[in-house]
């Protein structure tokens, strides 16, 4: 038997950390634990801000992307890596200042002709509000463009070169807020540096736009003078205009007030989806998602399902983990009923006694969007809401000439950027609203059923209940 000895065991003098060490990361830990709650409260807190969505309009070179650039500089909006990217850039252009514009013009093409084509979105967000901004492109051959850009906005903000004064596109892109119906429109009235700074030119561009302004129907109109090159009145205040008493514009789009812009007296809710887990803990649920377009709903409310006429009454109110104890627009949410009723995608509910328009025949102003011209008695395919139909153009009422608003009842041909009154005909029923009364429901757009291109978008006018559809 062989005996192997064991090594002897080894004590390990204990190393005492040093408090050089332990309170630097000490510190490192805490700061880190600091940053993550406050990231956590500021998360919260940017996620229950006011929303607001606004638009750029006006003519070529008027500054509308430079201005976006400087409002987004001055708010302190922009990444140093954005920024050093944009000052190489300027330097290789030759630039005498930081283009700021190069910031949205996002297209090689529009940075080699210095102009806007595609729409941009840029988001930022100030201390009492969070804003999602849509770049337009003010050639008139892309007036597609700003029309996709401005129909979800909140408002709108519309250039002037205070060289220039009220242009041809400055009318149009007025016509088109007031036919969207942006509840608030901004005249900037830029490169007041150009001029001098002088308040008579501001004052007679002002009363030239208040002259074309009355023959709209544009709910709140305000003015600000700017030089978006310079900074002047965009975050903060100009020193060179001491005439000029008004909020700067960065102030203007804090404290507009939108609570008001949705429809909040007739109640709409266009099913997007009926929901079916099939699971142990929902076998028997059955709800119907979509977003509120109208009005309020609660609990025990009754409600009439579009288009059977059937009725029951709201069991509860869900979003993901959550009962709500009640819901407006543009609130996006899943309703139960105490009853089982077919309902499915492209069904509206809506409460007794306050029901929109059913019909198939249809009056809408129609801004078309694409190079072929409107064929009439053509078939198209319609989306309206969540419901998908088919349609066939009927007639061309008139055509409008956006430059004097004038109604051209003979001229029938409807081609790109053109605006016209048109009556279609729906394969199956739609529940609509006036646009200027609804935006929601009174809105549809128009595809080719051959390149499933959307070619036209259509306001339903006040004539459709005074027609009785």
């Known amino acids: 038997m062989i005996c192997v000895r064991k090594p002897p065991w080894k004590t390990v003098k204990r190393r005492v950390i040093s408090d050089n060490f332990i309170l630097p990361v000490y510190h490192l830990i805490q700061h880190a634990l ?80 210095g102009i806007t084509i595609d729409v941009a979105y840029r988001y930022f967000a100030t201390p009492k509000r969070k804003f999602i901004i849509a770049d337009t492109p003010g050639h008139i051959q892309y007036t597609r463009n700003m029309v996709t850009g401005a129909s979800t906005a909140n408002a709108a903000i519309i ?3 205070a060289r220039n004064g009220v242009t041809e596109q400055t009318c149009r892109h007025s016509y088109i807020a007031s036919l969207l119906q942006i509840p608030h429109v901004i005249i900037c009235i830029n490169k007041m540096d150009l001029v001098g700074y002088n308040q008579q030119v501001y004052e007679r561009i002002r009363q030239e736009f208040n002259n074309f302004a009355d023959k709209l129907k544009l709910r709140e109109v305000t003015y600000v003078p700017i030089s978006a090159l310079h900074g002047d009145n965009v975050v903060d205040a100009s020193l060179n205009m001491p005439w000029y008493k008004g909020g700067t514009l960065r102030h203007v789009l804090e404290h507009i007030e939108i609570g008001n812009d949705h429809n909040l007296e007739d109640p709409r809710f266009p099913v997007q989806h009926v929901i079916r887990p099939l699971s142990d803990e929902y076998h028997d649920y059955r709800g119907y998602a979509g977003r509120v377009a109208g009005g309020f709903f609660r609990p025990g409310d009754k409600v009439t399902v579009l288009p059977s006429m059937l009725s029951s009454t709201i069991k509860s109110i869900d979003i993901y983990n959550e009962t709500l104890d009640e819901a407006w627009p543009p609130m996006s949410v899943t309703f139960s009923l105490e009853d089982d009723i077919d309902i499915s995608r492209g069904d509206m509910l809506v409460k007794p006694g ?5 019909t198939q025949d249809i009056e ?3 801004c078309w969007m694409n190079d072929k011209p409107l064929q009439i008695n053509g078939k198209y395919a319609v989306k309206h809401t969540t419901r ?72 339903v006018t006040t004539n459709q209940l005074l027609n009785g559809g």
């Open 354 to 358: 306050n029901l929109p328009l059913i």
């Open 34 to 113: 600091i940053n993550t709650i406050m990231s956590e409260f500021s998360t919260k807190g940017y996620l229950d801000m006011e929303l607001l969505r606004f638009t750029t309009a006006g003519s070529v070179d008027d500054g509308k992307s430079t201005l976006i650039g400087r409002l987004l500089y001055d708010s302190k909006s922009i990444f140093e890596d954005q920024l050093e990217a944009v000052k190489r850039a300027s330097i290789r252009r030759g630039n005498e200042h930081i283009d700021l514009a190069l910031l949205t013009d996002g297209l090689r093409a529009e940075r080699e002709q």
């Open 159 to 161: 250039l002037i070169d």
């Open 364 to 366: 809408v102003m129609m």
């Open 388 to 459: 998908d139909v088919r349609c066939i153009i009927q007639e061309v009422k008139y055509k409008v000439n956006v430059n004097t608003l004038e109604q051209i009842p003979g001229d029938h041909t409807v081609g790109l950027n053109d605006i016209a009154c048109v009556r279609l005909r729906t394969t199956k029923p739609l529940f609509v609203d006036p646009y200027n009364v609804n935006r929601r429901t009174g809105a549809l757009i128009i595809i080719d059923e051959a390149t499933n291109n959307t070619v036209g978008v259509g306001m």
